[in-house]
């Protein structure tokens, strides 16, 4: 019976250190990585962060691939163009990886993801 109680104290512990969204709250934002590259260059580019979410740009594609670390159901997603004021908006399942479509027009680039809870995390680039 002790060890069953340390077992589940460890997994307790465990699953904590993974950073769980629950305590935050709305209108909190966090910024995530986004690594540029093209298709040439091949080879596993996920960026490796400890945050929620983390990207790559593919430049050659014009598609950003979203991670998330683990499943926190549908996202919202917004991604602005902010020289030249292109939008798209998208919603995913979390669960997997996802690839969203941009124009690949030169400029200042910002995408914000939000959780069905409010909580925000944004992320730029530049093509």
Not at 1 to 10: E, T
Not at 36 to 44: H, V
Not at 65 to 77: A, E, F, K, P
Request: hydrophobic share 35%; charged share 15%.
């Amino acid at each position: 019976m002790k060890q069953l109680i340390l077992a589940i104290a460890s997994l307790q512990l465990a699953l904590a250190a993974l950073g769980s969204p629950i305590g935050k709250t709305m209108g909190d934002v966090e910024s995530f990585p986004i690594i540029r590259g093209t298709s040439e260059e091949g080879g596993d580019q996920r960026p490796r962060t400890p945050s929620l979410f983390s990207a790559y740009l593919d430049t050659d594609l014009n598609l950003i691939t979203i991670y998330t670390l683990y499943n926190v159901g549908y996202v919202d997603t917004v991604i602005e163009n902010l020289t030249t004021g292109e939008y798209a908006e998208y919603s995913f399942n979390s669960s997997s990886p996802v690839l969203l479509p941009i124009s690949g027009n030169t400029g200042y680039w910002h995408i914000t993801l939000t959780l069905g809870s409010g909580e925000e995390y944004q992320g730029e680039f530049v093509i």
